[in-house]
């Protein structure tokens, strides 16, 4: 079983959705989790990331970490067709430990 | 500008001929690392590296080779290419800091004949 399990996908919404990507894990260690956006042909981008429990908003984005149920997600509202891309959960125990581990990566489509 | 530099962004190839592809940051981070990306496996790393001369193997390091043998440059050496190597290849990079937030590389697509 992997460290990381994230929804397959892929999505296709309508422009204006609300779009909710999701990741569950199995290492307690994880105390910093991420969500990177992937454009085609692109690197991965950072897009947030979170420490520990809680909410954290940043526009139309805002990650949630449940540490208790193990499981992450991230909302998109108001989607745009620009949110078109791959999204990659990563998660890490941080400091001089190094490695993060990623999910396999949901790619959605947000349809005009 | 705050990067990680890799070359060949794309490249076709034999089987059995020697290739490197390199990997540049300008950000003085400690960390850096090599990922595979394949459809339906998501990223793979392949090695890592936490600081100069000092790599060690990711999940899929058999028929890779890397060096560090300077702060900002991570070479990715593949000795004799086989075309289960045919991928998309990223370099990234991150400072022991927080999170551990990976800077990553445009990518390199590999194929190998």
């Known amino acids: 079983q992997k460290e990381v399990e994230q929804d397959p996908g892929p999505l296709s919404v309508p422009e204006g959705a609300i779009v909710s990507l999701n990741c569950t894990y199995s290492?307690?260690?994880?105390?910093?989790f991420m969500w990177y956006r992937q454009y085609s042909r692109k690197g991965p981008e950072l897009l947030m990331y979170?420490?520990?429990?809680g909410n954290k908003e940043d526009g139309r984005f805002t990650a949630q970490v449940d540490k208790s149920s193990k499981y992450i997600s991230l909302f998109i509202r108001d989607s745009q067709p620009s949110d078109s891309a791959t999204y990659l959960c990563?998660?890490?125990?941080?400091?001089?430990?190094?490695?993060?581990?990623f999910g396999d990566g949901t790619t959605l489509t947000v349809k005009p | 500008e705050a990067q990680v530099t890799q070359n060949p962004r794309y490249l076709i190839t034999v089987t059995g001929k020697k290739l490197t592809v390199t990997c540049s940051q300008n950000?003085?981070?400690?960390?850096m690392s090599w990922y595979r990306q394949d459809p339906g496996l998501g990223l793979r790393q392949i090695y890592y590296s936490m600081n100069v001369e000092v790599t060690d193997k990711g999940d899929v390091p058999e028929g890779y080779k890397v060096s560090r043998k300077e702060k900002r440059n991570f070479p990715l050496i593949l000795e004799s290419p086989s075309p289960n190597q045919t991928s998309l290849y990223f370099c990234a990079s991150s400072s022991f800091s927080g999170a551990n937030v990976l800077t990553f590389g445009a990518g390199s697509r590999l194929t190998v004949l």
């Open positions: 290492n307690s260690a994880f105390q910093y």
């Open positions: 950000m003085n981070h400690e960390y």
């Open positions: 979170t420490y520990s429990s």
């Open positions: 990563a998660m890490s125990a941080g400091g001089n430990a190094g490695k993060s581990t």
